[in-house]
């Protein structure tokens, strides 16, 4: 059976991207550069109004516009508009103007209902309903121990209510398709998404034909974040308009403000906690109430209590609706907002105490916390991992020097402070995938999965382990993913897409290397157990014999072709990470500027060194975003969104970015548990640890997300009596 | 965007006559008027691109002062030897705006005439936002709106970063019409909308801002801009100074505000605090308090009576090289 080698030429090592330069020169096709022969634009008509009712819509102008080619209404007379940026219909036209220009012939006679967008709106008595049953669902609380009792037992006590906004992806390539049907039978589209099985699998269902007659083809892909997993009405509808005008190609991407509107968001948070310790900084208790929302989709629940050891607790939560675009899974869904209030309420509990935030948490880490190990049935226990991460992370910021208690961090306007928090996440991967593998004559060799490379480097790192097995550098490898007819592949959610893919790949390398030994072995006059595979050479009893490119010569006019499945040992779940913050807060204007971070993470064996850096890169930038800048903002009166851009939706540019250090937490016992995902992890913990700092330096704590001049200077002045 | 006739006259006189029939609109470095035609807030039947014309372009040093044509880019003004020299608060406004690529495109006409950020109004409901007699601005989200001139309608905040220091240098602005030239003092570009039918600039239909002009001066001058992104962001507060000194104690002072009004907005109450003082902390303080005390934020800006207090302190301590918040 397949194992990890022991001492890799290519695993751990940093080789860039296979598609890097295509993609840094603009080469690189992505499915929204895709325009096939005779291509149709299509553009969406949607919801000006956050709830309303079509009494009546009518299309015949805008079909006879110059160039319309085909419409399609998606909510006819009679159905509810939820939100600003529901969907009502599309239009088909020979260029984009034409369809944009009929978009605005539909005429729609609508009945404007009152909405509530924000949650406030919402949570009042007198408040319109989103949906029948009321606005706010509140779950019964999820009680651990006494928690009410060891409370009132507690020596230190400390009440907040911190909140964090909805925020959006912000995908810089839109959510879409380009779709050709071939008749009913066959589509083939070009798709931005995270899951080219599910496109099809959706593209299929709404057909009515197989799945195995739909072809979903993402060569690269410009970001899904979570929000990218299916075909969507935008999709489904490209496609049928693609049947309903003879099979021409019909494009529809979503602009930015869609984006923002419909394509999902991550839910707000906000947490009123009570958390209580003894003198010496152990927690006894926490009791919080939380609400959030998913506008018109739900899922606003958060995991809280978060990482650390809480005998006694009770947490209830409650859903909220308003009339705005549904959530989407977004990176850690829902772990960022319960690791700001966990870490924030934590904080302010050390703060009371006099306690080192640092010693803190090392105090109340679970005594054993077990993650699996490398096999199934084997465990490895997570609190001295997170000793070792916060003992390196405190070192890296220079926390021993640097580190003062709240309120004593100078005495100029601009004040410096340090923040840490930690968080957890699973990451392992599906065993039902499959990779196949093929060595040819010309000596190429390709493998193929229906997998995409969601920007973790997928392609890169399935091209790795496979020339790790042939002794091949990556270049030499054909890397076939982004394909929905290949072996089946995993999509990209949950950090899996590695932990899934990298087994198969591992065994279908291994494979066709026994079949390639097996069938060159006569030809090289000697048994397959003597043949090994490196620098490019086939090795006879440890003699280099023979090159790569002359050996697949010998095996004639057939390939070797072998699709590998996983198995168990080679991939993980469960990791821990921890991050510090450097921030300097100018007092008078209340501008933050973060100065560095530093990232600990760990995640198992870890393929391509430099790819799992770029997403601890990014995990941290989006955390950054989301501690500083990111809001969704809505207009209670008009029920719109004020903001659906990239300027007063406020997103960190290359001077707003700090120094940021990236080291991986991989002992031999790490890599011994094999492949975990990193893509969720490192983006969880930048926005409290951030806020953590900013208290730190500001001696007070600034309860709202993000750290905007506005919510600081707030916080300030609520200090001083001033609110 | 709606459809329209296009013209690139290579002369301002071409230019001029292309201008004259109703809904025309000019079209510079098109990082504003773009925008708005995207989204339907403006619908020019005619757009006349004034870039082609040379004689625009062109910055010019003398004795008298600097005069900067009306199509000079902010990348070509911030590369001025001499703006950088005499007009520090013009200089750092500059600076400043936006990024780099769209400094290289947007001009100084282009910034000085541009339309109000104000979301409400970006969103397509017109200029003061008013619906069904309520302003939606007023009862909504107005963490960027104003902080003075509050009683009235116009709650949007001029977003110009450089006529608050032209304003303040005493800058010229020159206007070409059907009816020839006419020169005005930087801050009468500008007006406070009384109804909706009203624009808050005051170049008139068929007019084309040339040049604007600004005197030779020894005056120290600096500006301060409060934000909350480094990169690509809006000023929450600016403040521009021009201090004329005698001694060590300030003789004459302007002090201009931006973007916490409908217009640039001088602030008297701070020159009065300021004139006859030495500057320094105590009086730069009592300065920035002494400009905000008109002001009447809405529900959500009262941060930016902060920020102003703080812009106007920052503006006149930086004019005689005192940055005290970059020490940390």
């Known amino acids: 059976m397949a194992a990890w080698p022991k001492e890799p030429r290519l695993i751990g090592t940093k080789v860039p991207r296979l598609d890097g330069l295509a993609k840094a020169s603009g080469k690189a096709k992505y499915p929204s550069d895709v325009r096939p022969e005779g291509t149709l634009f299509g553009v969406v008509l949607y919801s000006p109004h956050a709830n309303a009712t079509v009494k009546s819509i009518d299309t015949a102008a805008a079909e006879k516009m110059p160039g319309v080619k085909g419409i399609v209404v998606i909510a006819g007379q009679g159905k509810k508009l939820r939100f600003q940026g529901d969907d009502i219909a599309i239009v088909a036209a020979e260029t984009e103007e034409q369809a944009r220009d009929a978009v605005r012939a539909i005429k729609v006679d609508y009945e404007v209902l009152p909405h509530c967008v924000t949650e406030s709106q919402s949570m009042d008595e007198k408040a319109p309903q989103v949906f029948d049953g009321g606005n706010v669902r509140k779950a019964r609380a999820i009680v651990k121990g006494k928690p009410e009792e060891a409370l009132e037992k507690a020596d230190v006590v400390v009440e907040g209510t911190y909140s964090l906004p909805v925020i959006t992806h912000v995908c810089l390539e839109p959510h879409g398709l380009t779709a050709q049907a071939e008749g009913s039978s066959k589509i083939t589209a070009w798709a931005s998404t995270q899951a080219v099985t599910v496109v099809a699998g959706e593209l299929a269902g709404s057909f009515n034909i197989s799945p195995a007659d739909v072809t979903v083809l993402t060569e690269v892909m410009g970001g899904g974040f979570g929000s990218k997993f299916g075909a969507d009405i935008w999709g489904r509808t490209a496609a049928e308009l693609s049947k309903k005008c003879g099979g021409r190609p019909v494009k529809v991407f979503l602009d930015r403000a869609q984006e923002h509107l419909a394509a999902g968001n991550r839910p707000s948070a906000t947490g009123h906690v009570k958390l209580g310790a003894s003198k010496d900084g152990k927690l006894v208790a926490m009791i919080a109430e939380t609400y959030g929302t998913g506008g018109v989709r739900g899922g606003s629940n958060f995991p809280l209590p978060y990482v650390y050891d809480l005998k006694n607790s009770s947490r209830a939560h409650a859903e909220v609706s308003v009339n705005a675009g549904g959530a989407r899974a977004m990176r850690a869904p829902g772990h960022p907002q319960g690791c700001a209030i966990m870490e924030a309420a934590l904080d302010d509990l050390a703060a009371k105490l006099g306690m080192d935030p640092v010693e803190i948490r090392v105090k109340n880490l679970a005594e054993v916390d077990n993650v699996r190990g490398g096999r199934q049935g084997e465990t490895i226990n997570r609190t001295p991992m997170y000793e070792a991460q916060l003992k390196l992370g405190a070192e890296l910021i220079g926390w021993r020097d640097k580190y003062k208690p709240r309120g004593e961090n100078g005495k100029g306007v601009v004040k410096r402070g340090l923040g840490v928090a930690l968080h957890q996440w699973g990451g392992g991967g599906a065993a039902d995938k499959q990779v196949s593998c093929t060595i040819n004559p010309d000596g190429s060799v390709e493998i193929k999965s229906a997998t995409q490379d969601i920007g973790t480097g997928a392609r890169t790192i399935l091209a790795m382990i496979t020339a790790e097995v042939l002794g091949l550098k990556p270049t030499d490898i054909k890397s076939n993913i982004g394909n929905s007819t290949f072996p089946p592949g995993q999509s990209s959610g949950g950090s899996t897409t590695t932990p899934s893919m990298s087994p198969p790949c591992l065994a279908a390398a291994t494979q066709a290397r026994a079949a390639f030994f097996n069938k060159i072995a006569p030809a090289l006059s000697t048994d397959a157990e003597t043949l090994s595979l490196k620098d490019g050479q086939v090795w006879v009893n440890g003699e280099p014999t023979m090159s790569w490119k002359d050996a697949c010569r010998k095996l004639g006019m057939a390939s070797i072709s072998e699709t590998g499945k996983f198995a168990d040992g080679l991939s993980s779940v469960g990791v821990g990470g921890c991050q510090f913050a450097e921030v300097e807060v100018d007092t008078e204007t209340g501008v933050v500027r973060v100065k560095k971070i530093v990232a600990i993470q760990d995640s198992g064996l870890i393929i391509d060194k430099l790819t799992w850096e770029s997403q601890v890169y990014g995990g941290v930038i989006g955390g950054l975003n989301y501690g500083l800048f990111e809001e969704r903002v809505m207009d209670p009166t008009t029920g719109v969104m004020l903001n659906p851009d990239m300027e007063l939706y406020k997103l960190a540019g290359a001077s707003d970015i700090p120094e940021i250090i990236v080291r991986a937490y991989e002992t031999e016992e790490m890599k011994n548990r094999g492949v975990i995902g990193v893509g969720e992890p490192p983006t969880i913990a930048t926005a409290a640890a951030i806020a953590n700092a900013v208290a730190n330096a500001i001696g007070v704590r600034v309860p709202d997300w993000p750290m905007s001049p506005r919510n600081v200077l707030n916080a300030l002045a609520s200090k001083e009596g001033k609110a | ?328």
Not at chain 2, 137 to 152: K, Q, S
């Open chain 2, 1 to 328: 965007m709606k459809a329209f006739d296009y013209a690139a006259p290579t002369s301002v006189a071409d230019a001029l006559k292309l201008m004259e029939p109703p809904h025309t609109a000019a079209l510079s470095g098109g990082t504003d008027l773009i925008n708005r035609m995207k989204d339907y807030v403006s619908s020019p039947e005619r757009v006349v691109y004034l870039k082609d014309i040379d004689a625009l372009e062109s910055i010019e040093s003398s004795s008298k002062g600097v005069s900067i044509g009306a199509g000079a880019t902010l990348a070509a003004l911030l590369e001025h030897g001499e703006i950088k020299k005499t007009y520090p608060s013009l200089w750092k406004a500059a600076y400043e705006v936006a990024t780099p690529q769209i400094r290289n495109m947007a001009t100084v006409g282009g910034n000085l005439l541009q339309r109000p950020r104000c979301w409400y109004y970006r969103a397509g409901n017109g200029l003061l936002a008013l619906k069904d007699g309520k302003s939606l601005v007023r009862e909504g989200d107005n963490r960027f709106h104003a902080i003075f001139m509050t009683d009235g309608d116009a709650l949007f905040v001029n977003p110009s970063s450089l006529a608050v220091p032209l304003i303040a240098l005493g800058a010229k602005a020159t206007i070409l019409g059907p009816k020839g030239e006419r020169t005005v003092p930087v801050a009468e570009l500008y007006r406070v909308p009384k109804g909706s039918q009203e624009r808050e600039l005051t170049v008139q239909h068929g007019e084309i801002l040339t040049k604007v002009v600004v005197p030779a001066t020894h005056a120290k001058n600096a500006s301060y801009e409060a934000r909350h992104k480094q990169a690509h962001d809006w000023p929450l507060a600016l403040a521009s100074v021009a201090l004329e000194m005698d001694g060590q104690k300030v003789g004459s002072a302007r002090v201009v505000l931006g973007a916490v009004a409908p217009v640039p907005l001088r602030s008297e109450a701070a020159e009065k605090a300021i004139e006859g003082k030495a500057l320094n902390h105590e009086s730069a303080t009592a300065a920035g308090d002494a400009a905000v005390k008109d002001a009447k934020p809405l529900s959500m800006n009262a941060y930016k009576v902060q920020l102003t207090k703080v812009a106007v302190k920052r503006a006149l301590l930086a004019a005689v090289g005192d940055r005290y918040w970059e020490e940390g």
